[in-house]
């Protein structure tokens, strides 16, 4: 069934975007960040490898994440970190 309702009010938007930054050298690709992200970010990169020729984490699906931090929190050799991005004031409104 359809509507012609429309709402008073704008939708939500998030107010922030995340970058995530990975520390390719430093990945050992032992999935506990792709494991422990709530909203299936990351994944691992299978084509790829680093100097120590192992597989690293890359990012599949940016805009689903919510800078949680948790793949920051555990993984244990720091090699992902997560940035906040201010939007401009007219992309919040
Ligand atoms: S900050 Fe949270 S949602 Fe974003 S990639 Fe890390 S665990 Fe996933
Ligand atoms: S970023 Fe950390 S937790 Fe994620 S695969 Fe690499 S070493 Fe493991």
């Known amino acids: 069934m359809t ?5 008073i009010l704008k939708p939500p938007r998030a107010s922030k975007e995340y970058e995530i930054k990975v520390l ?3 990945c050992d690709g032992c999935e506990l960040c ?8 990351l994944t691992i990169d299978l084509e790829s490898f680093n100097h120590r020729m192992l597989n690293y ?4 699906d940016i805009d689903a994440c919510t800078g949680c931090k948790m793949c920051e929190r555990i993984c244990p050799s720091v090699s992902i970190y997560i940035i906040e991005k201010d939007l401009p004031e007219e992309v919040k409104e």
Do not use: A, L
Request: with cysteine; glycine share 0%; net charge negative.
């Open 3 to 7: 509507s012609s309702r429309t709402p």
């Open 57 to 60: 984490v890359s990012v599949k």
């Open 34 to 41: 792709v494991e422990f992200c709530p909203t299936e970010v």
């Open 24 to 26: 390719v050298e430093q």
